[in-house]
């Protein structure tokens, strides 16, 4: 454990030495709020909190509905710090390099699907306020701030995005928000760099009694019986990446903060 403990801690200072830039500025209140509890060797029974987020990223540990208390404070600085940020870029720097492979058709049908919440946009600020444990999940006030449209893009999300655009890739958004949320979303998505795309696709608003995973997956079945080919699909969620049409290939962008099946 102390060696991997070095490991992390070599990790962080390589990172914080590169720049990052500074339009992603989300307040690090968790700090304040909870000053330096659990680290990543914390103890969920018999499970370190750094192996618990390891679980939950390969979709070994589902289904579960809050972050174990333990791991409430290690969620959130990895979050908040920098960890959270390389991973992203580590997973957007390989979705670059695999997108450039590509030989596009130039026919204009070639897409990339982008999920929303934690993926182009963060809601960071949100749970920074709300805490990462304990279900700090309040569909009232978690609208709330939805209807604000003032959730910073997750940076790494848009420079993939840029250049995905600048290969000639359109963008398609699935998201499991609802229609009645269009027109914030779509002002959201603006104001936080995300300028044009191909569709936004929303969930009826009532929709219900369906997992993420199907209804990703039949959006996903119209747009290919529509000629599109999904090149590519990122999302932080495994129901954005599962199921059927899911995509040549998928990339899976960190979230240890809650479970969407
Ligand atoms: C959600 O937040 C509102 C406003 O603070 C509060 O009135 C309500 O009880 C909360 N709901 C739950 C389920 O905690
Ligand atoms: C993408 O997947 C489709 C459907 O499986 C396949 O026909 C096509 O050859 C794949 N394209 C690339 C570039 O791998
Ligand atoms: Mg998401």
């Known amino acids: 454990m102390a060696s991997l403990l070095l490991l992390l801690f070599l990790a962080a200072i390589t990172v914080t030495s590169q720049s990052y830039g500074s339009e992603f500025s989300i307040p690090r209140q968790i700090h304040l709020l909870r000053p330096q509890s659990g680290a990543a060797g914390s103890h969920v029974p018999g499970v370190t909190c750094l192996s618990w987020r390891l679980g939950v990223e390969t979709n070994n540990i589902i289904g579960w509905k809050t972050v174990p208390a333990e791991c409430e404070g290690y969620v959130g600085h990895y979050m908040l710090g920098q960890q959270y940020r390389a991973d992203s870029k580590a997973i957007t720097d390989e979705a670059f390099l695999y997108a450039q492979s590509l030989k596009p058709d130039g026919d204009g049908k070639d897409i990339w699907v982008f999920d929303i919440d ?19 999940y309040n569909a009232t006030l978690f609208n709330k701030w939805v209807l604000e449209g003032k959730a910073p893009a997750l940076p790494e999300s848009l420079n993939l995005y840029r250049k995905l655009q600048s290969l000639g890739i359109k963008i398609v958004f699935i998201t499991g928000r609802t229609e009645d949320q269009r027109t914030v979303t779509t002002n959201n998505l603006k104001k936080a760099g995300y300028r044009s795309w191909l569709k936004l696709v929303l969930k009826a608003s009532s929709y219900s009694g369906k997992t993420a995973a199907f209804y990703k997956s039949s959006e996903r079945a119209k747009l290919v019986s529509s000629g599109y080919r999904i090149v590519g699909n990122i999302g932080d969620q495994w129901s954005d990446l599962l199921g059927t049409n899911t995509g040549n290939r998928t990339f899976k962008l960190p979230d240890p903060m809650y479970y969407i099946s």
């Open 118 to 136: 934690e993926t182009a946009l963060s809601n960071l600020p949100y749970y920074a306020e709300h805490g990462f444990g304990a279900d700090p």
